[in-house]
């Protein structure tokens, strides 16, 4: 597409499944044809409006005849025209199918009517050229205007390749579009726009307090921070935090937050700095950096809402610069940071094929400050629906139906964003904590214990990638026991956050006190746990390594990286594995072994982290740690024996393995991740056999996991 003049390469998409035809089909390894679907790729130029259908024109002539002449210059385009199925313009549906517009524009109408105005994201295809990308965001500005509605700001970030409008768009406009379809108001048939997203702020209910109390802590952190937390605004005097935070507040949050309850922020800090309270644990020895980037709902007093009226990709930027650069005459504010929590996700924008900007910019923020990024695999509501007869007779049985409904449901419960960043951690949950509370007969348990929480993302990640990478303990969400004899009903989650179960967390409390604490379930408390043991690892790295013959641990640039490799390490689908292979109906001698496996990676992507493993070697255990780097097209052999402890017993033998990297990122390109590595394991050396994952599975991402027997 180069060789043809007047076209700007744009990018290269995923685009949907297609059925084969006689041009394009999958062949077997005997080289006959399959029915297998295709995965489409969308190869997106730009050109004036006159050539647009220029080219439409050419590859109908072409198609009909490819030995047709075509125009001195136009030549090179049968060259592009062979290898493509069909050629289009980007339309209305295109600009809001994969953002589901429609969807949450039908629901704004329900609720709000047709008074006020709904906040969009305009995205623009990010032209080369800087004078191209102001002439197409002069232009977008002025459809919106033109129909009545507002700019409220603008971005752009080359480095992602991302150029955005935020923007009201007036509810008259919405109600045309549902009515008479997307090509119905201009600025879903502008052609500089990509997708025109809903955004809706983050928002997080606090919970109310515990019957638990805490005393206060001993303060003594040292050092400099190794975690930086952008959430919530904290309780900085609440007897489990006091002392323990740097609290960096540029865009002074705590005045917007007043006396409003600060819940998010201040159990994730709790819970990054003590873990699960109802047990006692170490508290982290390094102060913990936090960032508020959230504020209280003007409407709703007791949520906490991403700001309204700018870019969350904005906003988490410049987070970034001013902890690793400093902004303007401040030096940086963290430059001591190895690792980073966003336990943020957006409800509105499910991952179906396409990145979302912030998790681009997760991306390459985490690949160009060498930095950890912590992100939750995003929370779903259960809407689970059951007879009365099916969960309250044998609770196994009820088990399996919940374990089935929830299977069921999996295409609307994807990741949410950022969740399907390719660099970063994202952490789900299991259904699990540390409360020994007992439920009342009102309350009934419908998951085992250590299964994945029924609030937890499934599927997978980018290109199939295996996500979420890990599961930790979310909390376990209890449900009210549906009346005996009722026909088909919701179940519906049971108000345990006085009692538990759940985590159990430092939280806002009446009157101001100090000393709360509140029971709650969530992926996020999963990815602050997560970060935790990250830090943990960190810090048992940064320590020197004193022992007569053993060598140093990898130079400091290699923790972030190997801390992940460390903590993934630790996964495994284990007993949750069994569980949900009999409950699903997958130990069946009619299920091939490898369609178990693909169905399971689904739900529990690496598996739940087994905490005893991390960093931990037995007399029957040896783990070897490295790190170091690589060049394109190198390979690098590892050779080593035995330990003696493992050489003369006759026992199960498991081999693990666990390699991770970070990778520049091509915005432009579905392929995306520029930097792709690969283990060969010595199976046929040491008979060994993969358990767990499905074959050719491990790797699509920026980490490769696997286990051998």
């Known amino acids: 597409m180069r060789d043809v003049e007047g076209l700007d390469f744009l990018a290269d998409l995923v685009g949907e499944d297609a059925e084969p035809d006689d041009d394009f089909f999958h062949v077997d390894k005997a080289g006959e044809r399959t029915d297998k679907s295709l995965r489409e790729s969308l190869y997106v130029v730009m050109t004036n409006e006159g050539a647009v259908e220029e080219i439409v024109r050419l590859f109908d002539r072409w198609v009909d005849d490819p030995a047709a002449p075509f125009a001195t210059g136009m030549a090179p385009l049968k060259d592009v025209f062979a290898n493509l ?100 108001i201009a600025l879903l048939t502008t052609d500089a726009v990509v997708f025109v997203a809903p955004t809706m702020p983050m928002a997080i209910d606090s919970p109310a307090p515990s019957r638990r109390t805490v005393p206060p802590f001993d303060p003594a952190t040292t050092g400099l921070p190794r975690v930086a937390l952008l959430d919530g605004l904290p309780l900085t005097g609440h007897n489990a935090l006091s002392g323990r935070l740097i609290v960096d507040d540029p865009d002074d949050m705590t005045a917007r937050y007043g006396a409003a309850p600060r819940g998010h922020g201040t159990s994730m800090a709790s819970l990054i700095c003590h873990g699960d309270l109802a047990v006692s644990q170490p508290a982290l020895t390094a102060p913990l950096y936090v960032r508020p980037v959230m504020q209280p709902n003007e409407i709703v007093s007791t949520q906490e809402t991403t700001p309204p009226d700018e870019f969350l990709v904005d906003l988490i930027h410049r987070c970034f610069v001013r902890m690793f650069e400093g902004d303007g005459v401040s030096p940086p504010s963290a430059p001591s940071v190895r690792t980073v929590n966003l336990s943020i996700g957006d409800s509105a924008r499910e991952f179906a094929r396409q990145l979302s900007p912030l998790a681009r910019l997760l991306d390459w923020l985490a690949h160009k400050y060498n930095q950890v990024v912590v992100v939750s695999g995003g929370n779903h509501p259960m809407e689970v629906a059951a007879s009365s007869n099916e969960i309250v007779g044998d609770l196994g049985d009820a088990r399996s139906v919940v374990a089935k409904r929830l299977r069921d449901r999996s295409a609307v419960r994807r990741l949410l964003s950022p969740a399907e960043a390719v660099n970063a951690l994202t952490v789900g949950s299991v259904h699990a904590d540390e409360s020994s509370q007992t439920l009342p007969d009102t309350v009934i348990d419908l998951l085992d214990e250590g299964s994945p929480a029924s609030y937890s993302p499934v599927g997978s990640g980018y290109r199939r990638s295996v996500k979420p990478d890990l599961l930790m303990p979310g909390g376990r969400q209890v449900h009210t026991r549906p009346p005996p004899g009722a026909d088909v009903t919701r179940l519906h989650p049971a108000p345990t956050e006085s009692v538990g179960p759940g985590l159990l967390s430092a939280g806002p409390g009446p009157l101001g006190s100090l000393d709360s604490t509140i029971f709650t379930c969530g992926t996020s408390n999963s990815a602050a746990l997560a970060t935790r043991h990250l830090d943990l690892i960190l810090e048992a790295l940064a320590e020197p390594n004193t022992e007569d013959g053993l060598p140093l641990f990898p130079d400091a640039q290699y923790h972030p990286v190997l801390g992940r490799a460390m903590l993934v390490h630790a996964t495994g689908w284990g007993d949750a594995g ?131 027997e």
């Open 85 to 184: 199925r069909s050629v289009r313009r980007w339309g209305p549906q295109d600009r809001v199918r994969e953002v589901g517009l429609l969807d949450v524009w039908e629901e704004t109408l329900k609720t709000v009517g047709l008074s006020g105005s709904a906040r969009v994201e305009v995205e623009l295809w990010y032209r080369n050229d800087p004078s191209h990308r102001a002439a197409a965001e002069a232009h977008v500005r002025n459809v919106i205007t033109a129909g009545g509605g507002t700019v409220l700001r603008s971005i752009d970030l080359a480095d992602i390749r991302y150029q955005a409008l935020l923007a009201d768009i007036p509810h008259h406009e919405i109600e045309t579009v549902l009515e008479r379809g997307p090509d119905a």
């Open 578 to 708: 069994q569980t949900l292979k009999r409950q699903l109906g997958l130990d069946g001698a009619d299920v091939r072994d490898d369609d178990a496996r693909k169905e399971l990676v689904k739900l529990l992507g690496y598996g739940p982290v087994d905490i005893d493993r991390i960093l931990v070697a037995d007399r029957i255990r040896a783990v070897l740690v490295g790190a170091g780097s690589i060049r394109d097209g190198e390979r690098q052999t590892f050779r080593f024996p035995l330990p003696p402890s493992l050489i003369a017993t006759k026992l199960r033998r498991r081999l693990t393995l666990t390699l991770a990297w970070t990778s520049p990122v091509n915005p432009r390109s579905q392929k995306y991740r520029m930097a792709r590595l690969l283990l060969s394991p010595p199976t046929d050396e040491l008979s060994l056999a993969r358990i767990e994952l499905p074959f050719n599975t491990p790797g699509r991402g920026t980490v490769h996991h696997e286990i051998f």
